[in-house]
């Protein structure tokens, strides 16, 4: 919906850009299985396992030595300096100055625009993606103007020159994310290279979302995916967004950080301090032994996703109908099959005929239509039994 679209507003409306915002399709399929016991939820973005039981014992023991406090904006000096030490490790050195702790990526991502939107400026996404990268700029006011990932025989491609020719020197920011939910597209380095250099021609910043740097599977000798981080200077126009809740399954704790250039630190501050103050201390202290003693976790993780997604790439594959390619990074397959032209009407048939819970392609733009989204971060046995529901619909439809 755009704004000239709405409705004529009442005294008591939210303002246009907010009441413009598109709401969650996840959450209309989600509802539309509202009622059903027996649903196997692949739609959202977390895995079905808990957080690590060091991870929960370092929250535990903070919350006993009476760590319930505020704390500095930008975070504890422990988890800060951890952090620092984490990037530096992956991606070359980075002090403390250069980090920031938030109430996970999404705040993150919000902080990141805030810092450098404002009302009119013009911001560049490529998409499919995560609805959150593209409708953050609008709340405070930004055009966003979006560059579709192709799709076909080497699965989602990026077409880098018509990614340059929307980077216009008329363009703020331009909004990243790679690896790419929904899609599993992960930028090259060289491509991270070029668009680099042409922002910095240009004076355009980049937020590089890379809260799924640890969930790359194209080179098993990588401990990340590439990452701006790798070419940028510290003190430039670089923002980028990380968090806790996919390398070490803390979705639900709510902490994430931001690598930035130390000259931005100041001001970042004051926006944490209007939005959340701090990320809870105890929360905070989790942070640490995640970053700490959390390498070999993140490493098995990323074998255990490899696994699952090249299980249920090949079950998917073998379904009459379906085009089905292993991504390279994430935690989702995006694929097309019989339907999904209307994917938002086949997603909520899915769930009500034989309960089976998938994301919608439109869910993340209309560049997305056609697809579903199946995060496999499950079991292989209820990938198993998600598979057999498909099938059984695809049957049940024709297929
Ligand atoms: C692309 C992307 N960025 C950021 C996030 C934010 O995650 P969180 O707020 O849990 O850190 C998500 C969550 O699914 C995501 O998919």
Redesign the pocket.
Known sequence: MSESDLPKPLLSNARDAVRALRPSQIREVANAGFGIADVLPFW???SDRVTPQFIRDAASNALATGATFYTHNLGIAPLREALAGYVSSLHGPTTVDNIAV????????MLAAQLVVGAGDRVVAVTP??P??VEIPKILGAHVETVALGYGAQGWTLDLDRLLAALTPQTKLLML?SP???TGWVMSRDQQRTVLEHCRRHGIWIVA?E??ERLYYADPAARTAPSFLDLAARDEHVIC??????AWL??GW???WIVAPAALMDDLAKLVEYNTSCAPAFVQQAGIAAVQQGEGFAQELAGELRGARDHLVQALGALPGVDVKAPPG?MYVFFSLPGAARSLELCKALVREVGLGLAPGSAFGPEGEGFVRWCYACDPHRLDAGVERLQRFLSQHGG
């Open positions: 959202f973005g977390e938030t109430s996970a990526g999404v705040n993150a991502l993606l995560w959150n990268l994310n790419n939910n929904p979302d809260v799924y967004v990380n968090s806790f809740s996919k803390m979705t709510r902490l994430g994430a």
